[in-house]
């Protein structure tokens, strides 16, 4: 096979955001637009004579870019591909594939829960060696190299065939395609404890599992691991069939977007229900009654963590969440003695601790939960960490009454109190409307002119204690993130914080993050829109949102 040099020109705006490169599928169908971020991801790691692992969530243009990167891959040079079957991984089983079998690094397919099919998104994603999405100063290198790229490299070969386990050759190449779930399920095993959770399952059948794919790459995991290995009833998966438009779907898992789950859990009252995203890396836990947000729930397991067979080996490290995350789960690391980390958003930044021996649990509010099994989030670890860690409850529990979420969470509330927390998020906002915002803010930020000021709510008084810009320095590598949220905290505790989100493929999304800590037992049980109530008010008024983003309502809440 030959090697042809192709003519091309630069695109704008080929800039990874908080997750790699997501655009429309219409953009990446251009002429030369993927080969040419392709060739750019080739010339700024170099990886010539090495091995680099390829999978996708199975979306719509999945397949055709899986050739481009080996094309592009193999004329520059690389040694060997590790490919999921059909073009499939989940974003967590390939951060496996990357570590397990020492890859120097992998291209993920992805642009995660957004909607899929060929009027919708795709993405493109490069992971480094730890298995983790790359650091900004890899993503803003490609960046450079896609503003002046002139030309890029193609093997002129016939596609390869992705439906076969086995190793190929392809040009100089070889390739090897694997199965896309088995390493996975290796993996789970070796971390929690299935004959525990075999045990509960077994001894309560009336406690039933639920879990929706969304028509996202979970689908065959969640088989493999729920019925062949822990022998559930085929009911206790749906949606389990990965479609490359999602069945036309969005495939988030929250309660908006979740509904064919929630409908379920609800209807059929199951208490225990779960749902992951598009490329597998978000959880959602759900039972009858019982709704865990996010934040609570990475606190949970934190505080769980004795149960679970990896941990208890290996030990808990350190705990960490990204900055808009609640707070739950510091509260946990401060009871146990544990370091904890407040990093930006998006899952880059919690690989460096991991990697120093310094953090073994974190999560985000957007659903995403994990360890330093891999570096990524990880959707169907999260929901096994739920069915451990309830199967150990029951075990220790002498009451003889069944312990499921709602037990769990009442019970973490008493011992550390509550944090209410909520998310809105305003989308496809003009980027002028929204940088007016951001603007406006910072100029208060800046003169400290809300310091000390109140604002009146139906639910009593807020006083602005402290604003500011949150900027990261990584503890590891010192490396600075600026301009990472905006924070307002109040005297009583309560923070709001605004962010433009990173991951849209057009226009510009701001997301409001609401907090408000409470050791009132009488609001344990109260839902969490009535304990935020006075704090959104005051969120809206002081960032007079509504006015300078011409939006009464928030396009979803979670
Ligand atoms: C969003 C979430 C962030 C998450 C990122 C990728 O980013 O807020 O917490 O890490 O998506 O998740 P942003 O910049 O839009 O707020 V996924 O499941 O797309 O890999
Ligand atoms: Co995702």
């Known amino acids: 096979a030959q ?3 192709v003519p091309t020109k630069p695109f704008d705006g080929q800039k990874p955001g908080t997750s790699g490169l997501r655009k429309r599928v219409k953009v990446f169908q251009q002429e030369h637009y993927t080969e040419n971020f392709i060739q750019a ?9 090495q091995t680099l692992v390829i999978g996708g969530d199975g979306r719509f243009f999945n397949p055709e870019t899986v050739q481009t990167i080996l094309k592009i891959g193999s004329a520059n040079g690389v040694a060997k591909f590790i490919v999921g079957m059909d073009g499939i991984l989940s974003t967590p089983a390939a951060s496996n594939v990357i570590r397990k079998y020492k890859a120097y690094g992998g291209i993920l397919l992805t642009a995660s829960h957004n909607p899929g099919g060929p ?23 490609i960046y450079e190299l896609t503003k002046g790229i002139k030309s890029y490299k193609v093997l002129e070969a016939p596609p390869v065939d992705l439906s076969k386990v086995g190793s190929f050759s392809y040009g100089p190449t070889k390739v090897d395609i694997i199965d896309s779930v088995t390493d996975y399920l ?6 929690f404890d299935f004959p525990l959770i075999s045990s509960f399952l077994k001894s309560n059948p009336n406690f039933r599992v639920l879990f929706d794919g969304l028509h996202g ?30 069945g036309g779907g969005h495939p988030d898992p929250n309660l908006t977007y979740a509904h064919s789950l929630v409908e379920v859990v609800e209807k059929e009252g199951i208490q225990f229900g779960a749902a992951s995203d598009g490329d597998g890396d978000r959880n959602m836990i759900y039972g009858k009654g019982a709704f865990v947000t996010p934040s ?20 808990v490290k350190g705990l960490a969440r990204s900055m808009p995350t609640s707070g739950a789960i510091d509260l946990v690391a401060k009871a146990k003695g544990l370091e904890y980390f407040e990093v930006p958003t998006g899952w880059k930044f919690f690989g460096n601790l991991m990697d120093a021996g310094r953090l073994s649990i974190c999560g985000e ?40 979420i709602k037990e769990l969470l009442l019970d973490h509330y008493k011992k550390y109190g509550r944090s209410f927390f909520s998310r809105y998020d305003y989308e496809e906002v003009s980027s002028e409307a929204a940088q007016k915002m951001v603007d406006a803010l910072n100029k208060h930020i800046n003169d400290q002119s809300l310091i000390h000021t109140k604002y009146p709510s139906s639910t009593g008084e807020f006083e602005v204690s402290k604003t500011t810009n949150f900027t990261y320095t990584d503890p590891i590598d010192g490396s600075v993130s600026k301009n990472q949220g905006q924070i307002i905290q109040f005297t009583d505790g309560s923070r709001v914080v605004f962010r433009l989100s990173g991951t849209g493929s057009q226009g510009a999304t701001v997301r409001m993050y609401v907090e408000r800590y409470t050791k009132d037992e009488g609001q344990y049980e109260k839902e969490t829109n009535e304990g935020l109530k006075g704090l959104i008010e005051v969120a809206l008024k002081i960032s007079k949102l509504t006015e300078l983003l011409q939006r009464e309502k928030p396009t979803v809440i979670t």
């Open 3 to 5: 090697v042809k040099d």
């Open 41 to 49: 991801i080739f010339d700024s790691v170099d990886a010539k004579g």
């Open 119 to 141: 009027n919708n998104d795709f993405g493109i994603k490069y992971n480094v060696s730890n298995g983790g999405p790359a650091p900004e100063n890899v993503t803003n290198k």
């Open 186 to 191: 290796t993996l789970l095993e070796s971390i």
């Open 217 to 246: 790459v979970t689908g065959p995991y969640a088989k493999s691991i729920l019925l062949d290995t822990l022998k559930l009833p085929a009911n206790s998966v749906q949606n389990c069939e990965p479609l490359p438009d999602f």
């Open 296 to 315: 609570d729930s990475v606190a949970i397991i934190a505080d769980w963590a004795d149960c679970i067979p990896y941990f208890k080996k290996g030990g």
């Open 365 to 404: 509010e957007s659903f995403g939960t994990g360890s330093d099994h891999i570096r990524e989030k990880d959707g169907v670890w999260a929901v096994i960490a739920w069915l451990n860690i309830i199967a150990a409850a029951n075990k220790e529990s002498k009451s003889g009454q069944l312990i499921g």
